[in-house]
T-cell receptor, first 117, second 116 residues
Framework: GAVVSQHPSWVICKSGTSVKIECRSLDFQATTMFWYRQFPKQSLMLMATSNEGSKATYEQGVEKDKFLINHASLTLSTLTVTSAHPEDSSFYIC?????????????FGPGTRLTVL | AQKITQTQPGMFVQEKEAVTLDCTYD???????LFWYKQPSSGEMIFLIYQGSYDEQNATEGRYSLNFQKARKSANLVISASQLGDSAMYFC?????????????FGTGTSLTVIP
């Protein structure tokens, strides 16, 4: 199956700093990647849809200037949490869409656990 | 209205028994896909099974089967012969339309605990 990696798997940072999370499709080209956040014991909430070479589409209530998304290549999308605050502490998961026809599902990365002190 | 509803926050099942996790969905699209994912404590989302809206047969993947009742808009997951490793969160999801790039709508999840 298609493999998606995320880096780092966990990060602890001080309030006010910026954190970059990478999402890579390792063995396929991903024209579309999705970024989710998940609070403890809650469901995944879509933050934004990232298309290669174009601006990301953000869900209502998600601050574009705070959560910067860049999808510069067919295998890499990045999420930068700018000026992070403790309330940004969460589990961030990316997923990627493959054009391989037999696959219907999105392939998820292993997630990044962000803790802001 | 919620697109995906999972009414069971937590479920317990005896090892080797079967368990059904409920999922109902709401859409006006004729074409859609239904998915189940497993999320262990490590956090990774593991794809389990897929059912297309036009599929006449219920999907099966090993010990997982999807009880698809289109008229009732339900897509329950059945896990047979439960194992201790099945303890995890389970999420039902739906993708509307035929475009695999369309967003997924997730339910709130069901926490399954398998008892030895």
């Amino acid at each position: 199956g298609a493999v998606v990696s995320q880096h780092p798997s966990w990060v602890i940072c001080k309030s006010g700093t910026s954190v970059k999370i990478e999402c890579r499709s390792l063995d396929f080209q991903a024209t579309t990647m999705f970024w989710y956040r998940q609070f403890p014991k809650q469901s995944l909430m879509l933050m934004a849809t990232s298309n290669e070479g174009s601006k990301a589409t953000y869900e209502q209530g998600v601050e574009k200037d705070k959560f910067l998304i860049n999808h510069a290549s067919l295998t890499l999308s990045t999420l930068t949490v700018t000026s992070a605050h403790p309330e940004d502490s969460s589990f961030y998961i990316c997923s990627a869409r493959t054009l391989i026809e037999r696959y219907n599902e999105q392939f998820f990365g292993p997630g990044t656990r962000l803790t802001v002190l | 209205a919620q697109k995906i509803t999972q009414t069971q926050p937590g479920m317990f099942v005896q090892e080797k028994e079967a368990v059904t996790l409920d999922c109902t969905y709401d859409t006006s699209d004729q074409s859609y896909g239904l998915f189940w994912y497993k999320q262990p404590s490590s956090g990774e989302m593991i794809f389990l099974i897929y059912q297309g809206s036009y599929d006449e047969q219920n999907a099966t993947e090993g010990r997982y089967s999807l009880n698809f009742q289109k008229a009732r808009k339900s897509a329950n997951l059945v896990i047979s012969a439960s194992q201790l490793g099945d303890s995890a969160m389970y999420f039902c999801a739906m993708r509307e339309g035929q475009n695999t790039g369309n967003q997924f709508y997730f339910g709130t999840g069901t926490s399954l605990t398998v008892i030895p």
